[in-house]
């Protein structure tokens, strides 16, 4: 276990540090940025004097390599340098507009679970084959709309014509609901596919036929071992998703006038504020790094041959190894060969 969290964190480090390279590089290729911009303005009232002190000031007049290097030291000490606009730490305009878009994608995230799980189940036990295939084209239409129609449409609808919600984020929990399923959807539309394939491939394995042999129901046999079994591939592309998120987060709070981390970008992008830009990248970054590292974590516990490696519980010819039966038999009877033990979960 410590060999697996070692690997896992070492990973993430690395991942950061080339999110963080390739970043900078990309935002330094860009031409121009915020204090040319200022500069080279017809209104600025700058003379060329004074937009080298400027340039000077942000070390925008150094060499790209050396920029980097100065700017990574910053990073390690927790500081994303000062924004071209507005002259303030980015870490405090980050702070400032963070919260709000956590509590969106929080909720989004929840939403979208939810909706995916109910989609998989009716995919898979609707009592009807007509509502199996109308769940079935659920997954396909929730992604092929895209996120700011969903969002004009639930405003147009809920908003303007049924006054449920407001148009406006005024803090509170209703005006957090709409734009929380709004960029669920974003997330539900692929887990709720990977989850009911999932699922039916679980159905066909032989321990389940073994359970139903022995009399166990649906409901049983989902929760004890269906859910577990398919809840894998899910739980990978929850990692994944969680980006997804964090984009659609911009365009769904642009939508519903909300001040948060993509309104943030959305300005920093406009005005060519380079360090905001980068600030929300590495943002980004983090929160996707910490989220995967997390999943990966979690394998062990949902399914612990994860750590078993090779020598896992079944051996070279498919048979389980001595002392790993538990299943009912009689005295003097033989361990059966090939039959997994029915306290072993095989997906």
Known sequence: MRKYLARRVVQAVLVLWAAYTLSFLLLSALPGNAIENRIHAPDSGLTPQDGQVLLHYYGLDKPVWEQ??????RALHGELGLSLTSVQPVTSLIGYALPSTLRLTGLALVAGIVLAGT??????????????GLAAGIPALFASVPTFVVGILVLQYLSFR???????????????????????????????????TSIRTTRK????????AKGAGEGYIFRKDVFRNSSLPVLTLLGLAFGELIAGSVVTEAVYARAGVG???????TNQDLPVVQG?????????????????????FIDP?????????????GTWPAGRWRGPRRRGQAQPQGLPPEDVVVP
């Open 119 to 132: 989609v998989a189940i009716l995919i898979n036990y609707a009592p009807g084959a007509w509502l199996r």
């Open 263 to 269: 309104k943030l970008v959305v300005d920093a992008v």
């Open 305 to 317: 041959r994860i750590l078993v490696g090779r020598n896992g519980a079944a051996n070279s010819k």
């Open 280 to 300: 929300v990248v590495v943002l980004s970054a983090v929160a996707y790094v910490v989220v995967n590292l997390v999943v990966d974590l979690a394998y062990p």
């Open 68 to 73: 980097y290097l100065h700017a990574l030291g």
């Open 162 to 196: 049924a006054h449920l919600i407001p148009p406006v984020d005024d803090g509170s929990f209703r005006a957090l609901v709409a734009p929380a399923i709004t960029l669920g959807l974003v997330i539900a539309a692929p887990l709720a596919q990977v989850f009911s």
């Open 205 to 212: 394995q032989p321990f389940v036929h073994v359970l139903h």
